[in-house]
């Protein structure tokens, strides 16, 4: 079974910066492609970043792009995702997911993912 368990979230001020990490355990990470994903109060669960199994192909949502990093570490089966120049409208609970297809893709889909970590908050605010 896999398992993802997310870290690193918490209080920032506008314009400031936070790294959340997500290890996964059960399988190595490169064997799923990976998703970071987020939800705001009040609002449906939206795509923030995606990585297939390969880590060839790397994808942001427009929202993100430019001010977030998706990257992984292999030896320690951990993915990151570096968030940078953090507005307020970025608070929102942060998940990390895994999907399950064979082959390497980028998956922007909610519904593409079978495994899903806690979630772990990051609120902006001065």
């Known amino acids: 079974q896999v398992q993802l368990v997310e870290s690193g979230g918490g209080l920032v001020q506008p314009g400031g910066s936070l790294t959340l990490s997500c290890e996964v355990s059960g399988r190595t990470v490169d064997r799923h492609n990976m998703g970071w994903f987020r939800q705001a109060p009040g609002k449906e669960r939206e795509f923030v970043a995606a990585m297939s199994r390969s880590g060839g192909s790397i994808y942001y949502g427009d929202s993100v792009k430019g001010r977030f990093t998706f990257s992984r570490d292999s030896a320690k089966n951990t993915m990151y995702l570096q968030m940078n120049s953090l507005k307020p409208e970025d608070t929102a609970v942060y998940y990390c997911?895994?999907?399950?297809?064979?082959?390497?893709?980028?998956?922007?889909?909610?519904?593409?993912?079978?495994?899903w970590g806690q979630g772990t908050q990051v609120t902006v605010s001065s």
């Open positions: 997911a895994a999907n399950n297809d064979a082959y390497s893709a980028l998956k922007i889909r909610l519904r593409e993912y079978v495994y």
